[in-house]
């Protein structure tokens, strides 16, 4: 690859011309500008590793078109140029900002030195920047999707690279996991190379169509290569040595993401295996007295409000609110700890969703909240048991209500999806959730709500995935939620019959 992209502004086009050829060979791209408005607007429109500026122009002069330019693009090294050097004037321009300083007529060898530590510097923070940018995405609690892509985007940025992607290998077929920079024209050449580095367990280099330049490096997890980081460059144009030493590390950091996700899907199913275990004895052992300190509270609650001690009543009752969630806490903790015992019948799901909105009617009210409700009246049915269905759907409707304290809008949107699936939406328009949110909202007992027990996705995902479905979330800060549930029908849908559309507005 070319060894960096430069700016040169001069208003003399022969000193323009020598440098573009001085510049060309030291193996530099070059955009030549004769005045401050093209050069004002090359760097809108790219990004440079250095830039070259002669201190006498007018309108404006060298120092006032840098303190331009990083303003557009900070941390760019500009070498002032002059034929008027003086000690006063480099100090000047080093205090302004300036990497440092040229004299002209032009030293050859001056030239090539200052330049190669203006570049040193601008790759050594760029680099710097991207490796903790990177860091810092491993480090948090996001999706092993979403690191992947800030390693693909990274890799685009510090090897300047037409595009990378990001290949995993699973049960021997090979998927494209994440990617940034443009499209590949010949995308079988980078599955190809991505084979061959993880055959070889060694980067690879193949050349792509139209000669361009295609380097795979393996993402190596406990000794096994897992997949591959596969960059594209322009035809012709070989990756230097800094960029391939970049591309091992960028590559290691993609090993460890995924080295990070397969640890924590361990130690979670482990945490899932034991909860199982206990869940059983818990609700036996809890159950019982629960049960008997409810009807304390209740008769307690009864005899003081015969006795006209409306203090003591209301504390009761707020005992046996409380015993109330601890019951079920217990239920959730049991019906998680099992699988369900489903009661399958063909099961129309346009009357179940109705019946959880009339449920959920109170909060609906009281939370200002329209409700959107379009389920095609052809959906075919599905079979599935009614009574476990309706606690998913439940869940879903109670979470996005939750979201949307300030009021909003509730959405229920029905489809079928191909042959032989039927998709259910429920959407809101509340707070939404962060990618870290998200990452976490199956785990037991996180929770968000001051209340929460932290069950009811994890049970709702468990319920249909027992129905041989999927449950998908999306979610954006600022913008609310879907969830939407994917299950298989039990037959054709008739043809020709109308959607219903209605809309449940607040009581």
Request: aromatic share 2%; proline share 5%; charged share 25%.
């Amino acid at each position: 690859m070319r060894a960096g992209r430069t700016l040169v502004v001069d208003d003399d086009p022969y000193i323009l011309e020598v440098l573009e050829m001085r510049l060309d060979a030291m193996g530099l791209e070059v955009v030549a500008a004769r005045d401050h408005r093209h050069a004002l607007r090359s760097l809108e429109e790219r990004g440079f590793d250095v830039a070259l500026f002669d201190l006498r122009m007018e309108p404006l002069n060298g120092l006032a078109l840098m303190e331009a330019a990083h303003v557009r693009q900070p941390g760019l090294p500009v070498l002032i140029m002059t034929a008027h050097g003086t000690i006063e004037n480099a100090v000047e321009a080093v205090r302004r900002g300036a990497f440092d300083y040229l004299t002209k007529p032009f030293v050859a060898e001056e030239l090539r030195g200052k330049l190669s530590r203006a570049l040193s510097a601008r790759r050594w923070a760029r680099d710097r920047n991207l490796l903790r940018a990177v860091g810092e995405t491993l480090a948090s609690s996001g999706t092993p999707e979403r690191m992947l892509e800030a390693v693909a985007q990274a890799t685009v940025e510090a090897t300047e690279a037409e595009c990378a992607v990001v290949f995993l290998q699973d049960a021997g077929v090979l998927g494209a996991t994440a990617s940034a920079g443009g499209s590949s024209e010949s995308p079988g050449s980078l599955e190809a190379a991505a084979r061959a580095a993880i055959e070889r367990r060694a980067p690879t280099t193949l050349t792509g169509a139209h000669g361009k330049i295609i380097l795979a490096a393996p993402l190596l997890v406990e000794g096994e290569a897992a997949g591959a980081l596969v960059v594209e460059s322009p035809g012709g144009v070989a990756p230097s040595e800094e960029e391939l030493d970049l591309l091992a590390v960028l590559s290691s950091q993609a090993a460890a993401a995924l080295r990070n996700a397969h640890e924590l899907a361990r130690l979670r199913s482990g945490a899932l295996a034991a909860l199982g275990r206990i869940a059983t004895e818990v609700a036996h052992e809890l159950r019982n007295p629960l049960g008997g300190l409810k009807l304390y509270a209740r008769h307690l609650e009864k005899r003081l409000g015969e006795i006209g001690e409306q203090e003591g009543r209301e504390v009761a009752s707020k005992m046996a609110h409380a015993i109330d969630h601890l019951s079920d806490l217990v239920t959730e903790i049991t019906a998680f700890g099992r699988a369900p015992e489903l009661r399958r019948e063909a099961t129309h799901l346009a009357p179940l969703l109705d019946d959880c909105l009339a449920l959920a009617q109170d909060r609906v009210g009281a939370k200002h909240v329209t409700v959107v409700c379009e389920i095609p009246a052809g959906l075919p049915r599905v079979h599935a048991d009614p009574r476990e269905l309706r606690k998913v759907f439940m869940n879903l409707i109670l979470n996005g209500l939750d979201a949307m304290d300030a009021g909003g809008t509730l959405t229920l949107l029905g489809a079928r999806v191909g042959e032989g699936e039927l998709c259910l939406t429920v959407g809101d328009t509340g707070c939404g959730m962060s990618p870290e949110v998200q990452a976490r909202i199956f785990d037991p007992f996180f929770s968000t709500k001051v209340n929460g027990t932290g069950l009811g996705m994890a049970i709702a995902r468990s319920v249909v995935h027992f129905h041989g479905g999927r449950l998908d979330v999306h979610s954006e800060i600022g913008r609310g939620t879907r969830v939407s549930v994917h299950l298989p029908v039990e037959g054709r849908a008739p043809a020709g019959r109308p959607v219903e559309s209605r809309s449940v507005e607040p009581k």
